[in-house]
């Protein structure tokens, strides 16, 4: 069983020599399929969006890496990894500065929600519905069970699940160009760092909504307190709807295959 979420670019934020050591060869293959992906879809144009092939392709590729993750026991010396990248606070300067800054801001809280995601912050996380990786899921079937059996709830986690996938995306981009594996220029840079950040309030505000974590009130970062605005916009456009059943999902996403169909 393993839980749809979580993320592949965990593997892809370690140094290649701390993945080589941490992982085994055939999870390492899939971080460099992973790599490829996202290279062949840079530099990011001002206009452009991540395609839904893409993101089809990031969420299979994620959904076989969790199963290899979980079996080698190593997504919590990774998280482990990201807390300690956040907290050394390495910044370049030049070109990628801009990109830099914000990158570490998102991993910073990036590794926060993780650690709510996986309930080992002080109160316990919300139980969050867990698939088995043999039904071969994708989102275009994912999305389609909701067109099924409408529900709220089920297109929220789906909108949340797919806001994950997008600033996955845009994370591993940003890995590629502070370690110099993709050159960007000045201004592709800067406009990667303006894209990563939206992706990332994007996504944060949804795990809100989706319940599975909340900033504290006092937290006057300023990119919790962003990540707050988009919040109560998102929940004004919804009408405050409350998302409460994640249990039902579970039953829902665990029903046969036959009932995936698009």
């Known amino acids: 069983m393993g839980y749809i979420h979580s993320p592949i670019g965990e593997l892809l934020l370690l140094p290649r020599e701390d993945r080589e050591r ?3 060869p055939v999870l390492l293959a899939m971080a460099h399929e992973a790599e490829e992906k996202v290279m062949a879809n840079l530099p990011i144009g001002e206009n452009s969006t991540v395609s839904d092939l893409l ?10 890496m969790i199963e290899a993750a979980e079996q080698e026991s190593i997504l919590e010396k990774i998280e482990n990894k990201l807390l300690k990248e956040a907290e050394s606070g ?27 995601l996986r309930g080992k912050n002080n109160q316990p996380s919300r139980k969050i519905p867990k698939v088995g990786l043999s039904t071969n899921l994708t989102l275009r ?3 389609g069970l909701s067109q099924i059996q409408p529900s709220p709830d089920l297109e929220q986690y789906l909108v949340w699940l797919t806001s994950s996938l997008s ?16 050159n960007f220029t ?9 894209k990563l950040r939206l992706a990332f309030e994007n996504f944060a505000a949804h795990t809100i909504i989706t319940g599975l ?10 990119l919790v307190r962003n990540i707050k605005i988009v919040t109560a916009n998102l929940r004004s456009e919804r ?15 665990l029903q046969p295959s036959s009932a995936h169909a698009a």
């Open 239 to 253: 009408g405050d709807t409350v998302f409460a059943s994640l249990e039902m999902l579970r039953e829902m996403i």
């Open 22 to 24: 941490l992982i085994s």
């Open 167 to 182: 600033f996955e995306f845009h994370l591993m981009a940003a890995e590629f160009g502070v370690t110099g594996k993709f």
């Open 141 to 143: 079937a994912l999305w």
């Open 90 to 116: 390495y910044l370049l300067t030049g070109k990628l500065e801009k990109l830099s800054n914000i990158r570490i801001e998102v991993i910073e809280v990036y590794a926060e929600i993780l650690s709510n």
């Open 186 to 194: 000045e201004h592709e840079a800067d406009l990667l760092s303006v």
């Open 213 to 222: 974590w909340e900033p504290a009130a006092t937290d006057e970062r300023q």
């Open 55 to 64: 993101l089809e392709e990031i969420f299979a590729i994620r959904l076989a």
